[in-house]
């Protein structure tokens, strides 16, 4: 089949609003004369049609009178981007969609050899036709930050920084259990007759066995401490294996006889309520999620960066309006032992400065956003602050939206919570693999949201900052949850939110070799923010 005229094929039903199978573009251009044909299929196909199929376009195939040398491209939308960078050939890319449906690179198998056109033109999502005029068509630049610690730090690490962080974290998250358990405080309960049903609302302060093999999990509240007994025999006994320390979750049950502890009947989370309707935005628009590009690092994957940034250029890429970055811009100094062996660029400023030039290849009308990651000139104790006011200035080229790390992003209507993602080493090392494991990033990030909980548990692997409230809990209930920083892709909906790890632009390093990470290289989820649906490019 001649690529060519299969990709104008593709273009010009994309431009008509409609999708088509392989087989139905094989056919159109097989057609003696193609141009006709098409337009006969689109005049005998239903109104309600999205995919064109074979069986719409073998009925018309020996009934074109026309000259196939009248399909030509559809016209450029009105744009500020480069035209010199939309001329830019990128035939040779090795560019893929991935399937929705799926949520590992290992999903499917990746047909490299293909060109652009035959391995995205027919697989991807059907698109909204361009019927708008182009004031209409231009980008509202709809784009609200919330819960952004950059100015608002006051913790001095004080004990009372620490007491106000997690009294403020308790009387929060309590309040998404409250009416669901009748509770009482920890000092009440102490107080109450045996072989009373009764609920408490806590942190959790200790987990331990017993010798018979049961769980006694410890809830602290504002009052107190409480004990309560998880039988092994009960069905939702492994629940406790979810369990972090310093989460607030409730247990129901009954006291025993002399009052001393609580037998559990059952465990609730804070959670996100299964009856979440997702917003979303009322034009078609996109928007490109990616993290940890690494720009400084030997490993920094050049090669990819340009074939994305020069893809954003063309026509497929024309509704993307937002690039949203989780972190990790560079590869940092002094990040871990012996990292000056692996820099290409050992200045930080330096770092940011290439950066900067390669952040210059985007689109300028694309609205851009970048929150720091653990690699990045920040404190590196979370909530991180946005960047300072000479790296801003470094960064001041594309004129991006600069914001703290985790922050609560809403664009055109859809709430999307952007977070780097270092917790996501604790939930992945403290809890079982089936629950979280680094293959499949999403279901740690599924662990953070029914802990209502950027990263519940304190002191460990995760470095945390005592402020006067805290940054870090779920207030609001995302549409779109974005993490980076474990450089694996992983996706998929919890209770109608979409989680997102975007991988990584970085190669394997040692340290990874050194803990058996494999990286996954050059992919960028691409979001519909008018449905939600997600398709994956790979430009490595």
Same mark, same amino acid.
């Given at each position: 089949?001649?690529?060519?005229?299969?990709? $104008?094929?593709?273009?010009?039903?994309?431009?008509?609003?409609?999708?088509?199978?392989?087989?139905?573009?094989?056919?159109?251009?097989?057609?003696?004369?193609?141009?006709?044909? !098409?337009?006969?299929?689109?005049?005998?196909?239903?109104?309600?049609? !999205?995919?064109?199929?074979?069986?719409?376009?073998?009925?018309?195939?020996?009934?074109?009178?026309?000259?196939? &040398?009248?399909?030509?491209?559809?016209?450029?939308?009105?744009?500020?981007?480069?035209?010199?960078? +939309?001329?830019? =050939?990128?035939?040779?890319?090795?560019?893929?969609?991935?399937?929705?449906?799926?949520?590992?690179?290992?999903?499917?198998?990746?047909?490299?050899?293909?060109?652009?056109?035959?391995?995205?033109?027919?697989?991807?999502?059907?698109?909204?036709?361009?019927? &708008?005029?182009?004031?209409?068509? +231009?980008?509202?630049?709809?784009?609200?930050?919330?819960?952004?610690?950059?100015? $608002?730090?006051?913790?001095?690490?004080?004990?009372?920084?620490?007491?106000?962080?997690?009294?403020? $974290?308790?009387?929060?998250?309590? =309040?998404?259990?409250?009416?669901?358990?009748?509770?009482?405080?920890?000092?009440?309960?102490?107080?109450?007759?045996?072989?009373?049903?009764?609920?408490?609302?806590?942190?959790?302060?200790?987990?331990?066995?017993?010798?018979?093999?049961?769980?006694?999990?410890?809830?602290?509240?504002?009052?107190?401490?409480?004990?309560?007994?998880?039988?092994?025999?009960?069905?939702?006994?492994?629940?406790?294996?979810? *369990?972090?320390?310093?989460?607030?979750?409730?247990?129901?049950?009954?006291?025993?006889?002399?009052?001393?502890?609580?037998?559990?009947?059952?465990?609730?989370?804070?959670?996100?309520?299964?009856?979440?309707?997702?917003?979303?935005?009322?034009?078609?628009?996109?928007?490109?999620?990616? =993290?940890?590009?690494?720009?400084?690092?030997?490993?920094?994957?050049?090669?990819?960066?340009?074939?994305?940034?020069?893809? *954003?250029?063309?026509?497929?890429?024309?509704?993307?309006?937002?690039?949203?970055?989780?972190?990790?811009?560079?590869?940092?100094?002094?990040?871990?032992?012996?990292?000056?062996?692996?820099?290409?660029?050992?200045?930080?400023?330096?770092?940011?400065?290439?950066?900067?030039?390669?952040?210059?290849?985007?689109?300028?009308?694309?609205?851009?956003?970048?929150?720091?990651?653990?690699?990045?000139?920040?404190?590196?104790?979370?909530?991180?602050?946005?960047?300072?006011?000479?790296?801003? =200035?470094?960064?001041?080229?594309?004129?991006?939206?600069?914001?703290?790390?985790? &922050?609560?992003?809403?664009?055109?209507?859809?709430?999307?919570?952007?977070?780097?993602?270092?917790?996501?080493?604790?939930?992945?090392?403290? *809890?079982?693999?089936?629950?979280?494991?680094?293959?499949?990033?999403?279901?740690?990030?599924?662990?953070? *949201?029914?802990? $209502?909980?950027?990263?519940?548990?304190?002191?460990?692997?995760?470095?945390?900052?005592?402020?006067?409230?805290?940054?870090?809990?779920?207030?609001?209930?995302?549409?779109?949850?974005?993490?980076?920083?474990?450089?694996?892709?992983?996706?998929?909906?919890?209770?109608?939110?979409?989680?997102?790890? &975007?991988?990584?632009?970085?190669?394997?390093?040692?340290?990874?070799?050194?803990?058996?990470?494999?990286?996954?290289?050059?992919?960028?989820?691409?979001?519909?923010?008018?449905?939600?649906?997600?398709?994956?490019?790979?430009?490595?």
């Amino acid at each position: 089949m001649p690529s060519e005229l299969s990709a $104008r094929i593709v273009s010009a039903l994309a431009q008509h609003g409609y999708n088509a199978d392989r087989e139905a573009v094989t056919l159109l251009a097989g057609a003696k004369y193609p141009n006709t044909a !098409l337009e006969e299929v689109l005049d005998l196909i239903a109104d309600d049609t !999205l995919r064109i199929t074979a069986a719409d376009v073998r009925p018309v195939i020996d009934s074109t009178p026309s000259d196939p &040398s009248s399909i030509t491209e559809p016209a450029n939308k009105d744009s500020t981007r480069d035209n010199n960078a +939309q001329d830019q =050939s990128i035939s040779d890319q090795k560019t893929e969609y991935l399937p929705s449906q799926s949520n590992s690179p290992n999903d499917v198998t990746p047909d490299l050899d293909s060109s652009p056109e035959q391995t995205t033109g027919a697989s991807q999502p059907p698109q909204k036709a361009h019927t &708008s005029t182009p004031e209409t068509n +231009q980008s509202v630049n709809s784009f609200d930050i919330n819960g952004d610690i950059t100015g $608002r730090s006051t913790g001095t690490g004080s004990y009372d920084d620490f007491v106000s962080v997690f009294r403020d $974290r308790y009387e929060r998250l309590s =309040s998404h259990l409250r009416s669901r358990v009748n509770h009482r405080p920890t000092q009440a309960i102490g107080s109450m007759s045996g072989e009373t049903d009764t609920a408490i609302i806590g942190l959790v302060n200790d987990i331990r066995s017993t010798k018979n093999g049961h769980w006694i999990v410890e809830l602290e509240d504002t009052t107190g401490t409480f004990p309560c007994l998880v039988m092994k025999d009960r069905s939702f006994a492994d629940v406790v294996n979810e *369990l972090l320390f310093d989460e607030c979750i409730a247990i129901e049950g009954t006291l025993s006889g002399d009052g001393e502890i609580l037998f559990a009947n059952d465990i609730h989370f804070p959670d996100i309520p299964h009856n979440h309707t997702p917003n979303t935005a009322d034009r078609h628009v996109q928007a490109a999620l990616i =993290s940890d590009i690494h720009v400084g690092s030997q490993e920094f994957v050049y090669d990819a960066w340009e074939r994305f940034a020069a893809w *954003l250029h063309t026509d497929e890429a024309d509704a993307i309006e937002y690039l949203l970055i989780a972190g990790d811009m560079v590869e940092g100094v002094g990040v871990y032992p012996d990292q000056d062996d692996e820099l290409d660029i050992v200045d930080i400023y330096a770092q940011y400065e290439t950066f900067a030039e390669h952040l210059k290849s985007v689109p300028g009308d694309i609205e851009i956003l970048l929150i720091p990651g653990n690699h990045d000139a920040v404190r590196l104790a979370e909530p991180q602050p946005g960047f300072d006011d000479e790296l801003r =200035s470094i960064m001041s080229a594309h004129d991006a939206r600069i914001s703290g790390n985790p &922050s609560f992003v809403t664009i055109e209507g859809v709430q999307i919570l952007m977070y780097h993602g270092v917790s996501l080493d604790e939930v992945i090392a403290e *809890l079982p693999s089936p629950k979280a494991n680094y293959d499949e990033p999403h279901k740690a990030m599924y662990q953070l *949201l029914k802990k $209502r909980h950027i990263a519940p548990q304190f002191g460990e692997r995760t470095r945390l900052a005592p402020e006067d409230s805290d940054y870090l809990i779920i207030d609001e209930i995302p549409d779109v949850f974005h993490t980076g920083h474990v450089h694996k892709l992983g996706w998929g909906k919890y209770h109608d939110v979409l989680a997102v790890n &975007s991988g990584c632009w970085q190669a394997q390093t040692a340290f990874q070799r050194s803990v058996n990470i494999d990286p996954d290289v050059g992919y960028a989820p691409i979001i519909d923010l008018d449905t939600l649906e997600m398709t994956v490019r790979k430009f490595l």
